[in-house]
């Protein structure tokens, strides 16, 4: 599966971004999809997963919960992370990628196999 990240850009504390992530390749609904992060300095961090199936099986980091909107479109085969009160502390390159292990790792960076080239996601205070 290739994956394609835009949406990323500067924006204030407060501000919104959505994120989008296409797949091309392989049968998209096959795979869970998980956004993550990278900041200078610190290790990628889960953010959002949604299950392959789709409507009603999600996962946030505690930092996205009530913030962050992960949602998929499987008929564009591109998922979402709508970004809403954006902090600071939330700039990082922002990765999405795939995965077929169970749902159960899907925070678990080192079990996705295709990665996107990631975007960059600047909140100025």
């Known amino acids: 599966v290739q994956l394609q990240a835009s949406g990323g850009g500067l924006v204030q504390a407060g501000g919104s971004l959505r994120l989008s992530c296409a797949a091309s390749?392989?049968?998209?609904?096959?795979?869970?999809m998980g956004w993550f992060r990278q900041a200078p300095g610190k290790e990628r961090e889960f953010v959002a997963g949604i299950n392959r199936n789709g409507v009603g099986t999600t996962r946030y980091a505690d930092f996205a919960k009530g913030r962050f909107t992960i949602s998929k479109d499987n008929a564009k085969s591109t998922v979402y992370l709508q970004m809403n009160s954006l902090k600071p502390e939330d700039t990082a390159v922002y990765f999405c990628a795939v995965t077929q292990i169970l749902w159960s790792y899907v925070e678990e960076a080192h079990r996705y196999t295709s990665w996107g080239q990631g975007t960059q996601v600047t909140v100025s205070s």
């Open positions: 390749g392989r049968t998209f609904i096959n795979f869970h």
